[in-house]
C-alpha cells in the first residue's frame, strides 16, 4: 500500500499510538442480524496498512471500547471493512452500532492489531470458521488467492441464513465447506462440522486456523493437541476463562518507580487504572490484546487468549485485564 497519511484526522489517545477519526461510510446487510460497517477518513485519505488477521478497536459513546476483526481485502488501502453481528443479550457495543450510529458520523479507531496473523509462507492452510469468525478468515482467503497458494476453508453456521458472503464464498469452487447446523439429517442437535474429519485429509504440516464461537474452539482445540504449537492458531472473540481477582499482588512498576497493590476481588488493571494511570485496553477478557504488558520479573497466572503457549511459557509478557501473578510480587515494564 501506498499514500498512507502520516495524520489521518487523528484524535488524542490513550495508549501507545494516537487515534483515527473515521467517518462511517456505509452500512450494508450481509446476513441476518449481520451487517458490513465501512469506515473512511473524512478527507479521503488512505488508512494506516494492515495484514489478515488484524482487527481495530472502535471507541463508541458512553466508553466502550470493542474490537472487531478487519473483514475486507487488505489491498483496500482507503477503508476499514467490519462485519457486525447483533446481539440483543451482549455487552452492548454491536446494539449500539446497528441502531444508535448512523452513515456520516465520526469516532476514534485504534490502529489495527493482529494477534492471529497469517503464515504466508505455508504450502498450504486449512481454515475453519463459525458465524461472524469468517471476519478475519475471509481477509485471510483473499491473502492467499492473491498469492496463489492452497487452502481450504471449512464454514459452519446454525442456518444459511446466518452465513455471509455466502456468494463469495461459491466462487473459490471445491476450496470451500460449508456446514449448517439446521441441515444435519435427523436434526439430531450435533453440529454440522467435525473438526476432526476435516482434519483427517490435510497435510500434516499444513497451518490450521479457527475463528469463531467458543463450541467450535473448544472443538479445534480438542481436534488439534496433537499438533504442532506453530502450526494452530485461533482468534477469541470471547473468553471461557473467569479473570484473576484473588488480589494480594504487589505490581513494582519500573519506569514510573510506582509500587501498587491489587486487593482481592480487583483484576491487575483495575488496580492501576485507580491510581490515575493512562492504560490501553479493550476487551477485558483478555481476547483482543490492546493491555499487553511486558514483564520483568515474577511469573504471570495467564488467563487470556491472546499470547501462545510458548509465549505463556516464556512469561514475558502478561494481559493484564483478565491475568494475575502465581508470585506475590510482579514488575511490569510501566
Known sequence: MTGTAQNPDVSPATGR????????????????????????????????????GAHIDLHLPGDLVRSYSLIGDANQADRYLVAVKEE???????????????????????????????????????????????????????????????????????????????????????????????????????????????????????QVYCCGPLPMLNAFEAATENLADENIHTEYFASDQEAATEGGIELVLQQSGKTVFVDEGQTILEALLETGMDLPFSCMEGTCGSCETVVLEGTPDHRDHSLTKKEKTENKKIMICCSGSKTQRLVLDL
Open 88 to 206: 440483543p443479550d451482549g455487552r452492548g457495543g454491536s446494539r449500539l452500532l446497528h441502531e444508535g450510529f448512523k452513515v456520516g458520523q465520526t469516532l476514534d479507531v485504534a490502529h489495527p492489531r493482529n494477534n492471529f496473523p497469517l503464515d504466508e509462507a505455508a504450502d498450504h492452510s486449512v481454515l475453519f470458521a463459525g458465524g461472524i469468525g469468517i471476519s478475519p478468515i475471509y481477509a485471510m482467503i483473499c491473502r492467499l488467492q492473491a498469492l496463489g497458494k492452497p487452502w481450504e476453508l471449512h464454514y459452519a453456521t446454525r442456518s444459511r441464513e446466518y452465513a455471509v458472503y455466502l456468494d463469495r464464498l461459491g466462487e473459490f469452487g471445491a476450496a470451500v465447506h460449508l456446514y449448517f447446523d439446521d441441515e444435519v439429517p435427523g436434526n439430531s442437535g450435533a453440529p454440522a462440522l467435525d473438526i476432526s474429519k476435516a482434519l483427517a485429509t490435510a497435510p500434516g504440516d499444513a
Open 17 to 52: 499510538e494516537p487515534h483515527l477519526r473515521l467517518r462511517l461510510q456505509s452500512v450494508t446487510y450481509l446476513a441476518k442480524q449481520t451487517s458490513l460497517f465501512e469506515f473512511r477518513s473524512p478527507k479521503g485519505e488512505n488508512l494506516p496498512p494492515y495484514a489478515p
